[in-house]
């Protein structure tokens, strides 16, 4: 499946979430009340959901007016994987794994293609927030070029117990920031790694920063002070493949 899938309906999206269907986020009416709306709300906070407030227009627009109830969602084309399995399944299969944390990448363009370059440099899987990220829908899939359906992805609660579980398994953590003089040329990715790239406008989170095992940047001989996420990630990963060739 490529397209996002649209379900609407206050009950329709209970069934869903009951029937552990991944959603990507759900679009409730601006000031909508009911029974049956509490039951869906607490579920979506109980799964810890995306979700949006808006105006009854634009559900209209959603599910092309048909009979809304003032709740829409989207379907994740994919199922998610489970970290620590993924961790295990990795570390059986490899003595050097090699992990893609993204902390609130939210450009679904740059997702796509972060993807793409990662299971063209054989990352054994990317791990996302709940919250904040970009979600995995038909734009996601074309700018990965598919490859969101060949590489094992993990949404988690918070990126910092995602690095605590990947720490405990002896998987360093380097994340690329430029509030640092190291160059990723001098970080050891031979190593078990996990790569932590930041969100478009304003990079790691600084308690997230705080619990790495390195950070690392790339030399920027220009006047431009930064580069696009997507390329910068590119180059991490190419430059760990380098090494790991080498």
């Avoid at 559900?59 to 379907?75: M, Y």
């Avoid at 709940?130 to 590489?151: R, V, Y």
């Avoid at 220009?222 to 493949?241: P, R």
Wanted: glycine residues 6%; contains cysteine.
């Amino acid at each position: 499946m490529t397209e996002n899938t649209t379900i609407f309906g206050l009950r329709a999206i209970i069934e869903a979430i009951d029937s552990g269907s991944t959603l990507n986020k759900v679009y409730l009416q601006k000031g909508l009340r009911g029974s049956l709306f509490f039951e869906l709300e607490t579920r979506i906070k109980k799964e810890r959901i995306t979700t949006s407030f808006v105006p009854v227009e634009k559900l209209d627009r959603l599910s092309k007016n048909k009979n809304h109830q003032g709740a829409v969602a989207q379907i994740s084309p994919i199922a998610f994987a489970d970290l620590e399995k993924l961790i295990d399944d990795s570390l059986e299969g490899t003595t050097s794994p090699l992990f893609l944390l993204l902390d609130q990448v939210s450009d679904v363009r740059n997702f796509g293609a972060i993807i793409r370059t990662a299971e063209c440099t054989g990352v054994n899987g990317i791990i996302i927030q709940q919250s904040g990220s970009a979600p995995i829908n038909a734009e996601t899939i074309k700018t990965s070029a598919g490859a969101a359906f060949k590489i094992p992805i993990c949404r988690v609660n918070h990126i910092k117990d995602a690095i605590y579980t990947l720490q405990a398994s002896d998987i360093k953590i380097v994340a690329a920031s430029e509030k640092t003089e190291d160059l990723i040329y001098a970080i050891d990715l031979k190593q078990p790694i996990a790569i932590v790239m930041g969100s478009e406008h304003r990079g790691i989170n600084p308690s997230v920063l705080k619990i790495v095992d390195y950070t690392a940047k790339l030399p920027l001989l220009g006047t431009i002070d930064s580069l696009n996420v997507s390329v910068a990630c590119g180059a991490f990963l190419y430059e760990t493949t380098r090494q790991r060739l080498s």
